[in-house]
C-alpha cells in the first residue's frame, strides 16, 4: 500500500527512499540508495530514525 501525497500514491520503496535523501548523511552518493531492497531501506530508516532521536 502506498502513502498519500498531493499528487498521489506512491510506492513504500519510493516514501523510505525520499525519507532517506533527507538525511545529511545520504546526500553525498545516491546510487547506492537505490540498489537496496525494501527491507534494507526499512531498516535503514529506522536505524536514521533512531539516530535522530538521540
Not at 498531493?6 to 525519507?19: A, E, M, Q, S
Not at 538525511?23 to 546510487?31: A, K, M, V
Request: no cysteine.
Amino acid at each position: 500500500m502506498g502513502v498519500q501525497f498531493r499528487k498521489g500514491i506512491i510506492d513504500r520503496r519510493t516514501y523510505l527512499i525520499r525519507k532517506l535523501l533527507n538525511s545529511p548523511d545520504n546526500r553525498e552518493d545516491l546510487t547506492w540508495l537505490h540498489e537496496l531492497t525494501l527491507t534494507e531501506l526499512e531498516k535503514l530508516y529506522l536505524n536514521e530514525k533512531h539516530k535522530q532521536v538521540q
